[in-house]
């Protein structure tokens, strides 16, 4: 009987060290498969101005130019001007041989003579007929040639002193000045050469000072560029002009926004205005126009805390329980080794920015660090 009971002891006490290593053997395994915290290190969202410049392509052009072109056909007799000088407004540039369009005018001038010569006869004698008329000594014929022969003298005369203006038009254009003030560029015509009216390009002329930028927006910018242009923004640079590294020295002011959308682009061409006392703008110089742009409330996280999948991209938001979520963000403008987000993020939420490359969709975190805001 006492060997019966020690038997049974020995059943419970073996069933008891079998449960007691199942339920070691079970945390094990349940220890094993739980991942360690992947350390990381955090950042709280927070929200401020971000001051950056959106860039766009430009290029340097006049407020005025012009193509010299002859309105009159002829040989080149002169040039009064070294290529590049600076020209005033009147200044004489090119004279074109004016022998023949001399003779043409004296020769009308000769034929107005002539013509008014015509017409004091042609008045006389109706002034006479009228008179005989009067006392009823003429046929009434005659005094109605006599009217009619003063009409077609005046017509004569009409006709002669516009041929006057036309020749001395002529005469006029043979000599060709400077349309504004500026810089006139290299001459394409030598002294002799002859040149076509309307068609041979003698030079240009370019206003200098000041200058015009343009460059491209899209259309969706149009009610920004209209609201800069109105409040007339200068004084703090809102519009600088690059060159490579090199920043121009003064600051742009909006002239103009175009009338019309490219439908081609999308695009509308928005002219700015630099002064250029120095010259050291040339027409057709290419550079970027910097666009300053100051966001309100603005969140501004590191960019080495978004991941990107397929062309889309992400951050890690830790929740309280150290567990991490990934969520989708869309990017705005970088700044430095910063970069701002539209929306998703609020502020106070803490995102990973060290670490994420271990990361995946609820993965337990550890905290080793929490970094702030620069």
């Known amino acids: 009987m006492q060997v019966k009971k020690v038997k049974n002891y020995l059943i419970v006490f073996s069933l008891f060290i079998e449960a007691s290593c199942g339920s070691k053997n079970a945390q094990q395994q349940q220890a094993m498969q739980a991942p360690p915290a992947i350390p990381v290190t955090v950042q709280q969202v927070t929200t401020g101005n971000a001051a950056y410049y959106d860039q766009y392509p430009a290029t340097v052009s006049a407020l005025n130019q012009v193509e010299l072109r002859p309105q009159v056909s002829g040989f080149i007799t002169g040039i009064y001007f070294k290529d590049g000088d600076k020209v005033r407004k009147d200044q004489k540039l090119y004279s074109i041989d004016q022998q023949q369009y001399q003779a043409n005018y004296q020769q009308a ?3 107005l003579a002539v013509q008014q010569t015509n017409l004091v006869k ?6 006479r007929y ?7 000594a ?5 005094v109605d040639y006599a009217d009619a022969a003063l009409d077609a003298a005046k017509k004569q005369v009409e006709a002669a002193q516009a041929n006057v203006h036309a020749v001395q038009t002529n005469v006029r254009y043979s000599t060709i000045y ?4 500026g810089t006139i560029g290299i001459s394409q ?6 040149v076509s009216a309307g068609q041979t390009v003698l030079n240009t002329v370019s ?11 899209d259309q969706r910018q149009i009610y920004r560029f209209t609201q800069l242009r109105q409040q007339g923004r200068v004084a703090d640079s809102s ?18 926004v175009d009338r019309a959308v490219n439908p081609q682009t999308g695009t509308i061409i928005v002219r700015l205005v630099f002064p250029n006392d120095k010259g050291l703008l040339k027409v057709g110089m290419s550079g970027t126009i910097r666009v300053k742009i100051v966001a309100n409330n603005a969140i501004l996280i590191p960019y080495k805390a978004v991941t990107e999948q397929l062309g889309e991209f992400f951050v890690y938001v830790v929740n309280d329980s150290n567990k991490v979520s990934q969520r989708k963000v869309p990017l705005g403008t970088q700044i430095g080794t910063n970069i701002i987000v539209r929306d998703s993020l609020r502020e106070g939420e803490k995102i990973v920015v060290q670490g994420v490359q271990n990361l995946r969709e609820g993965a337990m975190v550890k905290v080793d660090s929490t970094v702030t805001m620069k």
Request: no cysteine.
């Open 122 to 127: 042609a008045q006389k004698d109706a002034d």
């Open 138 to 142: 003429i046929a009434k014929q005659q």
């Open 130 to 136: 009228h008179e005989l008329e009067k006392q009823d």
């Open 109 to 111: 001038v000769a034929n």
């Open 178 to 181: 400077a349309p504004f003030d």
């Open 239 to 256: 519009f600088q002009l690059v060159f490579g590294n090199d920043i121009y020295s003064y600051p742009g002011k909006i002239y103009l």
């Open 207 to 217: 206003s200098d000072n000041p200058v015009v930028v343009d460059f491209a927006v």
């Open 189 to 194: 015509v030598k002294v002799g050469a002859p």
